[in-house]
């Protein structure tokens, strides 16, 4: 399993972002509602705009937050360049390396699943292109399938924004380039950011899964609005890979009022049931349960 979170913009020195959001709080709610769900994600994989500024002060913070909780949750992190990072800055801050302005593209093994961060990021620009070198290089990488397969983790989406035209504007470029390389892998899904809201779509016939931000979303229903940043919504997404499927699952965050539910103390009680008995009291409309009656633990 793995948790896909996006587009974090920390500003140097803890500064709101706006002046209103607080983006380091709104990442620290995140990984307080994994460790306390019991979710274990395998891999964290940040699909971009880490810094708002490309600020060394806001890698730092980033780090800070992200790896000791990464290491409580036994999970491996993985780092994407978006359009508002600065490849030097992330290449030292994030890797502990030598400033680079070269792409930062990278290949992770995580038991057998393979995730392939490729940078999108155009140098002084905000929107996407992928350059005939690192197709090359990519189109090497996917040469040899793995054994689970492979998640591609980018900034841009290569996805159509139709309830958002402005982002038209910041898209992938030459798509059909990247299409050519992806055909016929073993690449089964795409993972990106850039957005600020969750959306799905395919390309190249691979699924794509699009997280919202952590910071702040779109609202994409606004009125005379060409664009629409609200502090609402914000949400990370936890992927599940199966050997024949790959599920992706919005998940909001913030503290929210529960209207019903059942306590955890039923697990063993449900656990114990055989399988028919599962149906009758869960499926079946007249049972106990499905009355109003919770079963007995």
Not at 243 to 257: F, I, K, S
Request: charged share 20%.
């Amino acid at each position: 399993m793995i948790a896909h979170i996006s587009d974090t913009h920390f500003l140097g020195q803890s500064r709101p972002l706006y002046g209103q959001v607080t983006t380091d709080a709104n990442l620290e709610q995140a990984f307080t509602q994994l460790e306390r769900s019991g979710v274990r994600p395998e891999a964290i994989v940040f699909t971009g705009d880490l810094a708002d500024k490309g600020e060394p002060d806001a890698y730092d913070r980033l780090r800070a937050i992200v790896e000791p909780a990464a290491a409580r949750l036994g999970a491996t992190v993985i780092w994407v360049m978006g359009n508002h990072d600065e490849r030097d800055v992330y290449s030292s801050a994030l890797f502990d390396e030598a400033p680079s302005t070269e792409p930062q593209d990278r290949v992770y093994d995580i038991n057998g699943l393979r995730i392939v961060s490729l940078d999108t990021t155009v140098p002084g620009y905000h929107h996407g292109e992928v350059t005939d070198g690192q197709l090359e290089w990519l189109a090497g990488v996917l040469s040899t399938p793995a054994p689970h397969g492979t998640l591609l983790a980018v900034h841009h989406p290569p996805v159509p924004t139709p309830l958002l035209w402005a982002m038209e504007m910041l898209e992938l470029q030459h798509q059909e380039r990247l299409a050519s390389v992806l055909e016929g892998t073993d690449v089964r899904g795409i993972l990106a950011g850039h957005l600020h809201y969750s959306t799905h779509s395919n390309f190249a016939g691979i699924p794509v899964s699009v997280a919202a931000a952590t910071c702040y979303t779109l609202a994409l229903t606004a009125e005379d609005r060409l664009l629409s940043g609200v502090n609402a919504d914000q949400a990370m997404n936890l992927v599940h890979v199966y050997d024949e499927q790959v599920v992706h699952t919005v998940v909001p965050l913030g503290e929210r009022a529960e209207i019903t539910g059942f306590s955890t103390r039923y697990i063993e009680t449900i656990e114990n049931m055989t399988a028919v008995e599962r149906i009758e009291m869960f499926s079946n409309k007249k049972s106990r349960f499905n009355l109003g009656e919770q079963p007995r633990a």
